[in-house]
């Protein structure tokens, strides 16, 4: 089967990417309006992104028992209508309680789509995964910057915040048709890839005991990576203006970070599997170390932008080109993988929040933020380890084999 065949339902994938990037940052733009309307106290804003988070987890761990049960495709199917529905029930949640609850259904339900997505991805161009998923990374980039400007626009129509979780859920729904009909096209695709059981020869050529080291390294390296980048979201622009950086400029440098993100996302969709190599993962490492380094040995204006670019490049291809790796390596277990990369995200980006935060209350901010350098130091021990070993693995199963056979 061609590529071809499967555009409908890679679409669809794409499509509810974009749209989860969306209601993924929708509510720090809406928040002052939820706070205001449902009488919040500060601690119960925040709780949200807390349980928010929380589902998202146990969403992305689920969906990889979910997946021995449903092809790919139907089960995005199901958590895209529901995710709808419930999108919709928000828009009319009338007490704190019933929106935090209806927040964690939606992370949950965004954890289980974030790894079935990835799983069937990586099943429809298995030529091209680091480029497949490369894409997803993106168009999810794409629904973070179209957040702000969706709440700006129903702001300035003078539309209340639960407009857009109706825009949301209408979305949603639209996307749960849309893999109705894209399923049946891509379906035979996706039997032969992720869904399908593994050959008898890959597996019975696999090292056996070899699996927990390179599990281990990919998921500290994941738990770098989301702590890296939420601590630089949540943190930098306090930590600039403590220094004594303007506070336009201070959100420039962040948009710039931002920016970086995306063009590494853009160079792994061109590059492919060539963003693997070891002289290109080492040098996207290099530089989001230097760049972070650098912005805390130097906070002039000049270097911060120019670190929040490379610390941006540094880290924003990492999912595409760590996942693909790993499902090249054993695409029967992607689902796992997939799992483990969100969930260590989803747990790095909690820590780094709370610990600089716990950090800046017992000192300050300007002595709180470098710890964030501990976390792009274990993403990059993490991910180097799991290439190394990969690697390895790799020659093993190749000596196994050929004695075998």
């Known amino acids: 089967m061609t590529d071809k065949h499967v555009l409908p339902l890679a679409a669809a994938v794409a499509f509810s990417f974009f749209v989860w990037g969306v209601l993924g940052v929708l509510v720090g733009s809406i928040l002052p ?78 954890g289980a789509v974030f790894t079935a997505s990835h799983t069937l991805f990586g099943a429809l161009f298995p030529a091209r995964r680091t480029s497949a998923l490369g894409v997803l990374d993106l168009v999810f980039s794409g629904g973070n910057i179209v957040a702000p400007l969706l709440v700006v626009g129903l702001v300035a129509a003078d539309a209340s915040w639960r407009v857009t979780f109706v825009v949301i859920g209408a979305a949603f729904l639209a996307g749960a048709i849309a893999f109705a009909f894209g399923g049946r096209a891509g379906v035979g695709r996706e039997a032969g890839g992720a869904t399908a059981k593994p050959a008898a020869a890959p597996t019975a050529a696999r090292p056996r005991g070899r699996d927990g080291p390179p599990l281990i390294a990919l998921a500290a390296g994941s738990f770098g990576l989301g702590a890296t980048e939420w601590s630089q979201h949540v943190w930098f622009v306090t930590w600039a203006l403590a220094a004594g950086i303007d506070g336009a400029f201070a959100r420039i440098a962040l948009a710039a970070f931002t920016a970086g993100m995306v063009a590494a996302r853009v160079a792994a969709i061109a590059l492919g599997d060539r963003m693997r190599s070891a002289l290109a993962v080492r040098l996207l490492l290099a530089a989001a170390l230097a760049g972070h380094a650098a912005m805390l040995v130097a906070p002039g204006e000049a270097t911060l932008l120019a670190a929040n670019v490379a610390l941006g490049m540094g880290i924003g291809a990492m999912l595409p080109v760590f996942l693909g790796l790993a499902m090249d390596g054993d695409p029967a277990r992607a689902a796992t993988f997939s799992a483990v990369m969100v969930v260590s995200l989803t747990l790095g980006g909690q820590v780094a929040s709370f610990t600089v935060g716990t950090l800046a209350e017992l000192t300050d901010v300007r002595t709180a933020f470098p710890a964030a350098f501990g976390a792009v130091a274990i993403m990059a021990a993490g991910f180097e380890s799991f290439r190394i070993l990969s690697a390895h693995r790799r020659t093993a199963s190749a000596a196994l084999a050929a004695r075998e056979g």
């Open 33 to 110: 309006e939820v706070v205001a309307e449902l009488s919040l106290s500060s601690f119960e804003a925040g709780l949200i992104f807390v349980v928010w988070s929380f589902g998202f987890a146990i969403g992305s761990a689920a969906a990889e028992r979910l997946l021995r049960l449903a092809p790919a495709h139907r089960l995005l199917l199901v958590l895209s209508a529901a995710t709808g529905v419930a999108a919709l029930v928000q828009a009319q949640a009338p007490t704190f309680a019933i929106f935090a609850g209806l927040y964690a259904a939606l992370g949950l339900f965004g």
